[in-house]
């Protein structure tokens, strides 16, 4: 189970951190994604963090703005997103995808929070 939080309404340059705690499963063996999808638009991929909680890959629209970091000790992934645009408004997820080292095959989703930032 993935539970998000952090969510809200922000004027555009402002900051939000999404957090993601996890349960039900072992969270060092899964790679955490957080994705958002906007009105109208496909779901994008943000933001992923590795197993060993080192390595981060960001999509292109969000580099240099969002980072993602995790809390092992919490079971618990976060989004530092800041100097948002309006452009960001969307809902984002949290997923959890089992490492193919640890056989794959395996995913959980968060319900979403809605982030919504005003021009």
């Known amino acids: 189970q993935l539970v998000e939080s952090g969510g809200g309404v922000v004027q555009s340059g402002g900051s939000l951190r999404l957090s993601c705690t996890a349960s039900g499963f072992t969270f060092s063996m899964y790679t955490m994604n957080w994705l958002r999808e906007a009105p109208g638009k496909e779901r994008e991929l943000g933001a992923t963090?590795?197993?060993?909680?080192?390595?981060?890959n960001y999509a292109n629209s969000v580099k240099g703005r969002f980072t993602i970091s995790s809390d092992a000790a919490k079971n618990t992934v976060y989004l530092q997103m800041n100097s948002l645009k309006p452009e960001d408004t969307a809902v984002y997820y949290c997923?959890?995808?089992?490492?193919?080292?640890?056989?794959?095959?395996?995913?959980?989703w968060g319900q979403g929070t809605q982030v919504t930032v005003s021009s």
């Open positions: 997923r959890a995808l089992r490492a193919p080292k640890y056989g794959g095959n395996m995913e959980f």
């Open positions: 963090i590795t197993t060993s909680g080192i390595t981060a």
